[in-house]
């Protein structure tokens, strides 16, 4: 972060209590350790984080007490931690946050989930196990089942008209797609019954309650997350191809898992952040900050989510059907 431009903003609430230095925000609350200089000197520095004010100008102000790379370093780290922003001012439209927030996608994507043993194993498809493939399918089923929990909180949004009606329009869309994947179990030999007794993975059912979180109270960045969920690529999903070259799944339930991924490709799922963004005219600097800095905590649930499934369905001694 270049402070010499910039005029950082403190985004927290600063205390001292027990000869300790908190920060408190919306969501979580940090214990400052190791710093440069004592608590209470670091609170007067810290307080003076107003909008207004470059590096150059704090440090002037506070040179006696702190030297300027402890500042930096300490600003850096904060920043980090969403505990301070930027403060540029620069407005920019929902179109320009997404293709931002893309970038950073691509970029932890491939960082994180794409380097899981899950997509080496991808392309030997008839090397996986059975129990994989219904995995997946059963976790996804959780997943999308749940849709109404992350999708329903966002529907009010009140910051565009246009987005507003393009949610309720993806609702709509979404509203049973998990009972094509009941369908498609069917076909191997499982009852709804049988699969809506299951208990989903802690991993996706922290991935619900994440996005969840996200849709009640940064609906913007759930928008962006939307993406990812509903399918990233234009294409027929990696994981349904290799079922179908596997030739260890009925043709049935590879027809009907198939055509729920023709059907995400139809109703142009994948560009689903962008459609609802664009509604947005204008987000503010902060907003875009934040949507950015959360993307690798939501790219890490998603990498976990495909983690655990992997590593629990494909180890066979495993029951496919998770009960109580």
Same mark, same amino acid.
């Given at each position: 972060?270049?402070?010499?431009? /910039?005029?950082?903003?403190?985004?927290?609430?600063?205390?001292?209590?027990?000869?300790?230095?908190?920060?408190?925000?919306?969501?979580?609350?940090?214990?400052?350790?190791?710093?440069?200089?004592?608590?209470?000197?670091?609170?007067? !520095?810290?307080?003076?984080?107003?909008?207004?004010?470059?590096?150059?100008?704090?440090?002037?102000?506070?040179?006696?007490?702190?030297?300027?790379?402890?500042?930096?370093?300490?600003?850096?780290?904060?920043?980090?931690?969403?505990?301070?922003?930027?403060?540029?001012?620069?407005? !920019?439209?929902?179109?320009?946050?997404?293709?931002?927030?893309?970038?950073?996608? /691509?970029?932890?994507?491939?960082?994180?989930?794409?380097?899981?043993?899950?997509?080496?194993?991808?392309?030997?498809?008839?090397?996986?196990?059975?129990?994989?493939?219904?995995?997946?399918?059963?976790?996804?089923? /959780?997943?999308?089942?749940?849709?109404?929990?992350?999708?329903?909180?966002?529907?009010?949004?009140?910051?565009?008209?246009?987005?507003?009606?393009?949610?309720?329009?993806?609702?709509?869309?979404?509203?049973?797609?998990?009972?094509?994947?009941?369908?498609?179990?069917?076909?191997?030999?499982?009852?709804?019954?049988?699969?809506?007794?299951?208990?989903?993975?802690?991993?996706?059912?922290?991935? !619900?309650?994440?996005?969840?979180?996200?849709?009640?109270?940064?609906?913007?960045?759930?928008?962006?997350?939307?993406?990812?969920?509903?399918?990233?690529?234009?294409?027929?999903?990696?994981?349904?191809?290799?079922?179908?070259?596997?030739?260890?799944?009925?043709?049935?339930?590879?027809?009907?898992?198939?055509? /729920?991924?023709?059907?995400?490709?139809?109703?142009?799922?994948?560009?689903?952040?962008?459609?609802?963004?664009?509604?947005?005219?204008?987000?503010?600097?902060?907003?875009?900050?934040?949507?950015?800095?959360?993307?690798?905590?939501?790219?890490?649930?998603?990498?976990?989510?495909?983690?655990?499934?992997?590593?629990?369905?494909?180890?066979?001694?495993?029951?496919?059907?998770?009960?109580?």
């Amino acid at each position: 972060m270049n402070y010499e431009k /910039h005029r950082p903003l403190l985004n927290c609430v600063l205390s001292v209590q027990d000869d300790n230095l908190l920060a408190k925000t919306a969501f979580d609350e940090f214990k400052f350790q190791d710093l440069p200089v004592d608590n209470h000197s670091a609170y007067q !520095i810290l307080s003076d984080l107003n909008g207004t004010m470059t590096l150059s100008e704090l440090f002037g102000k506070w040179q006696s007490k702190i030297d300027k790379e402890d500042l930096v370093l300490l600003l850096v780290a904060m920043q980090e931690s969403g505990l301070i922003l930027k403060n540029n001012a620069v407005y !920019i439209s929902g179109k320009e946050c997404m293709l931002k927030i893309e970038d950073e996608q /691509h970029a932890w994507l491939h960082t994180l989930l794409y380097q899981n043993p899950l997509w080496s194993a991808l392309s030997q498809p008839s090397n996986i196990s059975k129990n994989f493939y219904l995995g997946i399918a059963i976790e996804t089923y /959780h997943l999308l089942s749940n849709g109404v929990v992350f999708d329903s909180p966002a529907l009010p949004f009140y910051g565009a008209e246009k987005t507003r009606k393009e949610m309720s329009e993806v609702f709509c869309e979404e509203n049973g797609h998990g009972e094509i994947f009941l369908s498609a179990l069917a076909a191997e030999g499982f009852s709804k019954k049988n699969i809506k007794s299951t208990v989903p993975l802690a991993e996706t059912k922290g991935l !619900i309650n994440a996005l969840a979180f996200w849709s009640a109270n940064d609906p913007l960045f759930f928008f962006s997350c939307m993406e990812i969920i509903e399918g990233k690529d234009n294409e027929v999903d990696t994981v349904v191809l290799a079922m179908e070259a596997s030739g260890k799944m009925s043709p049935e339930f590879v027809r009907k898992i198939k055509a /729920h991924s023709l059907l995400n490709i139809e109703e142009a799922h994948a560009s689903f952040g962008r459609r609802l963004l664009s509604g947005i005219e204008v987000i503010n600097p902060y907003d875009a900050e934040r949507a950015i800095r959360q993307t690798k905590l939501f790219v890490e649930l998603y990498h976990a989510f495909y983690l655990a499934v992997w590593n629990y369905y494909s180890d066979e001694s495993n029951p496919v059907l998770r009960t109580i």
